[in-house]
């Protein structure tokens, strides 16, 4: 789904995950990014795991200061999208894992409107040297709120998303240290450019039913 940042504005190329706190950002089918949400349930996007797909997840681990890719995995033994509408964004996916990992984040269904974020996504930075690396990036721009697509952050220098293979990451609204979950990753607003792209995100709050009760039956 991604690229890199291009301008001084924003982080070159993301910047490396430097927080223990991000080692619940797991790495879905060496394709995609997802969260760990519940105690064994992954929140990703629904194209990462199309047609019945299922495969595994990549736990990270933190290691001389920063969250690096390890050799555990954890097989998806189920998963579970909403019901179409036009009316919210269904490109959202919670895969059931086969082992508790008690690592979730919190998700919430407070506003983001005019607040800062951030996000997080496995991937290549730009000339592929370095493959399958975390990288985390804050947005200097607010998010905002569009009712037909999603949680929209406005990129000034047309980047694309944070690392190639972002799809389904997770996007965060933080406290001083404590963050939730608020969307996922899921594309590039309408009327993007090369020189003014829009990230859009999968707001949690429009499928908040679908979640809360899939996480109770099945991730709990």
Known sequence: MAWVPLAAQAIVNGRFATS???TGVVKVNDDCTGA????????????CLARGRKGEIMIPEYKSSVVIESTKKSTIVE???PEYSDKRC???EIAVLAEIHNRGYNLTRASVQGRSVGAAGWGFVGDYTIPKTLQFIQYTEKAKVVASEGVVVSVPDGASGIAFRDSGGPLFVCNGDKCNIVAVANG???GST???ASH????VRSNWDWIADTVKAHCM
């Open 20 to 22: 223990p706190y991000l």
């Open 36 to 47: 760990l949400i519940g105690n064994k349930c992954v929140l990703t996007a629904h194209h």
């Open 79 to 81: 998963t579970f999208s």
């Open 90 to 92: 269904y490109d959202m």
């Open 188 to 190: 590039k607003a309408k």
């Open 194 to 196: 090369l020189m003014n």
């Open 200 to 203: 859009v995100w999968c707001d």
